[in-house]
């Protein structure tokens, strides 16, 4: 199993950027994807996830109306459109996969680092 994820750099506030992260090893279709972030000295936090079909998204409060969450089941790839960044939203993020059935997150990509400058 494998989540790699990628798309991060440096930007400057106001600006944008895409994460993707792509799987294999499993069923990527079954599975609940999930995006996550981590800030410095700070505990990791949920971002947002979409249902197997695409049709179900969820937010955390601080990214709805600024970031989107889509998955593309034929590319086994799950992306995280990012608009209007932060200084707050840097941070690294993470991609995972959950079962529809299971309470937590069973697979966990490496993460990749987003930095916004103000």
């Known amino acids: 199993v494998q989540l790699q994820a990628f798309g991060g750099g440096l930007v400057q506030a106001g600006g944008f950027l895409r994460l993707s992260c792509t799987a294999s090893g499993f069923t990527f279709s079954s599975y609940v994807m999930g995006w996550f972030r981590q800030a410095p000295g700070q505990e990791r936090e949920f971002v947002a996830r979409?249902?197997?079909?695409?049709?179900?998204?969820e937010y955390v409060n601080s990214v709805k109306d600024r970031f989107t969450i889509s998955r593309d089941n034929g590319k086994n790839t799950v992306y995280l459109q990012m608009t209007s960044l932060k200084p707050e939203d840097t941070a690294v993020y993470y991609c995972?996969?959950?079962?529809?059935?299971?309470?937590?997150?069973?697979?966990w990509g490496q993460g990749t680092q987003v930095t916004v400058s103000s």
């Open positions: 979409i249902s197997t079909s695409g049709f179900i998204r």
């Open positions: 995972a996969a959950k079962n529809q059935l299971g309470p937590t997150y069973d697979y």
